[in-house]
């Protein structure tokens, strides 16, 4: 094993108002090394990459390169230290109207010794050494925005690379890639690892993750979880790691259902993914957990007519469902209550009544003409149902805490009696409090259709579901009765584990 | 509620007060009947287009070619009745038929062409103020005008459709109230009945405030926008009606300030009552509160070139008012 670290922080803190983002987190990268850094959303990976790379100011910690105090203030003055960040977003990376050799020289046009003319021929001269360094095969006049996600990317690490960095910092660099491009990132990351760089590469993909880590550090709610450096790594304890299992602490009553809801025959949601088949009951509150990107969003979106299904049948109530749009799901009673409920769910212009009545307009209004009265007493018996921290119904959302808005999210499509109802993350950036009250809420309510939530988290899925399906690669790879769940076993498949390696 | 609340929420309505108090004192009669008469009139026009430009707004969108459908429609008014000697219900119903078109026509660049709403709606601005011209290569119509190949135009304008912009209705005083007015008055009230109190007006507001939430509460947000852009083509075509109907004649420099003075009304109307989002009853606020300061301005002699100059400094004014103060203009 190598001895010394590169690159060590220690007791880095970081909270933004209240919110106690880091809470004191120490990492130690080596030469020559990849190291792994896992952690579901909001655990703090980014906040984390943000501070070494030198967007964010750290609370409290220090932080030491080779041997000396490094404390960035921009992220210039990081990569001029020898710190340099490939973000996630691949065209933040490059400038897609420039051409390539221009792009690869792109820090050298401005700061101090830059000359004021534009050189051409300079210009393309040092292109080529950077390229030929990073062994690019890519033509150097050609613009960017006519390049592959992939030759960007290697555009954007070579520019980066240009830098002769001690540390690489990769956010979720295949996020946008196809396999046989990841590949060729792979084979340069193996380069640069022979090189001697300190490589931290941040991903939630299991198949990345067992071809490049040397180590596996996992982060969960602001801290270090764990740190797996033992060959061969141990992949299962990461996830669980990063997942957490702090054991349930009210048990739930299983139960079972009898009645069929909802039916799927061999659904397929992506190109070359297994067909999924699966049976929603009764009463019966389903959650499906796997990481992100496995496909839940993509799943849910396919139930509520978002989205086509490649192949496949689904039958609701015995009769045939394939919806074309989201309104003929709703009529169907298919509800769904989307994830990141900022972007897809708050209409911010609405206070809380408008925000509940939005998708029952129709069933609220005489001759199209909204009736106020009932669309009023509709939010106020919800607002009392889940317990709405709120003055009146005429609050503005922004005025809501995290909680309360999910709770309105929630209320919109509660007010209603669904058939299937679908709830995607439904304790994103939910307080624990909140995140109980709706699950009790859920539960209490289930008789009379189907529930089915996705989650990434584990615990929300033990908390409040009856069955917990687990899903890998855009498919269903698991199914756990939550009485007697075999949490080695659950882990595995949420790991991508024996079932199939790497794909 | 606080001073600032009061002041984001009445400000404007006290300006508008004040206002008429000023000119009140200062120009003599200001406050008569026929004044308060010949404002709804040197508004009406710019009125109705503002309030088709409105339900643009709402849905988040813009549209910029209103005064190009209006005065196009104008044209296609004369050029029905005097060329082709049709009657005023066939002019009618060609302008109305001209506005639902180019309005389907600019949804549909935006919808699913994917063109920004202010960049298709210029683009149209530009083809139909070229279009308008077409017909007559670049004459204005009038009776008795010489046609291209040399022959006479004897058609005129019907007896009917001149009522549309010369008609007075008795109020209290015979012939007071111009049929433009009453118009004006009929569609405010409509629209903003159909924005404020249907689900359709309702669901247009959440399109433009989040799109992405409107849909997967099951709203056709593309047919939504779509119909935004049929209402302000079908309201800019009656203002081009009105137009000519004044004008009695199809006039090919008329018109140029109405796009400006509507846009102008419209956002104006977000200041008021501190909305700070488009409404139909803040619109027709501010084409008022725009036609009685030039007309204000006119009575106490100001002269004709500081009006442009005045409208400006209104609408900056308002849209402080909209964005600075009240929170709700940033997200």
Known sequence: MVGNAVFRAEGLRKSFGHNEVLDGVSLELHAGEVTVLMGANGAGKSTLVKIISGVYERGDGTMSLAGQAFAPNTPAEAIRAGVVTVHQNINDGVVADLDVATNLTLDRLSGSGASFLFNPARVRRQAKAVADRMRLAIDLKARVSDLSLADRQMVAIARALAHQPKVLILDEPTSSLSSAEADRLFALIDRLREQGVAILYISHRMSDIRRLADRIVSMRDGIISGVFDKKPLDYEGAVNAMLGRKIHLDHIVVRNSAKAILTIEGLRIAQGARPISLTLGDGEVVAITGLVGVGKTALAETLFGVRKPLAGTMMLNGKPYAPETTGEAIAAGVFLVAKDRGENGIVSGFNIQENISLPFHKRMSRLSVLRRGLERSTARRQIEELGIVCRSEKDEMSELSGGNQQKVMVARWMAQDAGLFILDEPFQGVDISARRDIAAKLRASAKGRATLLFVTELDEALETADRILVMSEQTIVGEHRNADVDLDRLLAEVAGGPLHSAA | ?331
């Not at chain 2, 339900?55 to 060329?83: E, N, Q, R, W």
């Not at chain 2, 009038?142 to 008609?167: E, I, W, Y």
């Not at chain 2, 008055?185 to 405030?209: D, K, N």
């Not at chain 2, 204000?296 to 070139?305: D, F, K, S, V």
């Open chain 2, 1 to 331: 509620m606080t001073l600032r609340d009061y002041a984001i929420r009445y400000g404007f309505i006290v300006l508008l007060f004040g206002l008429i108090a000023y000119f009140a004192i200062a120009a003599d009669g200001f406050v008569s009947p026929q004044s308060a008469v010949f404002i709804f009139q040197s508004v009406a026009i710019t009125g109705v287009l503002a309030l088709g430009v409105t339900a643009t707004l709402v849905v988040g969108g813009f549209d910029l070619s209103i005064g190009s459908v209006a005065t196009s429609a104008m044209m296609a008014a004369a050029y029905v009745m005097v060329v082709l000697e049709q009657n005023a219900l066939v002019a009618v119903v060609v302008c109305l038929l001209i506005g639902a078109i180019v309005g389907l026509i600019n949804g549909w660049l935006i919808v699913y062409m994917r063109v920004p709403d202010l960049l298709a709606t210029l683009g149209m601005m530009f083809l139909l103020v070229g279009l308008q011209r077409i017909p007559t290569e670049g004459r204005s119509i009038a009776t008795g005008m010489t046609m291209p190949d040399g022959s006479v135009a004897n058609g005129k304008f019907s007896d009917a459709f001149l009522a549309l912009g010369r008609h007075r209705f008795d109020f209290f005083i015979p012939n007071l109230i111009p049929v433009s007015v009453v118009v004006l008055l009929v569609l405010a009230v409509l629209i903003w009945f159909f924005l404020e109190y249907t689900r359709f007006g309702r669901m247009m507001y959440a399109v433009g405030s989040n799109e992405r939430a409107a849909e997967l509460a099951g709203a056709p947000v593309k047919a939504y926008k779509i119909w935004a852009y049929v209402i302000s083509g079908v309201f800019a075509s009656i203002g081009g009606i009105l137009l000519a109907a004044r004008l009695g004649r199809g006039d090919i420099a008329s018109g140029n300030n109405l796009l400006l003075d509507a846009v102008a009304a419209a956002l104006i109307g977000y200041a008021v009552l501190g909305a700070a989002k488009p409404n139909a009853f803040g619109t027709a606020v501010g084409a008022l509160f725009v036609g009685i300061l030039l007309q204000g301005l006119t009575m106490m002699n100001a002269p004709y070139y500081t009006q442009d100059f005045v409208k400006g400094v209104v609408l900056v004014v308002a849209l402080v008012f909209t964005f600075a103060l009240s929170g709700r203009g940033r997200r």
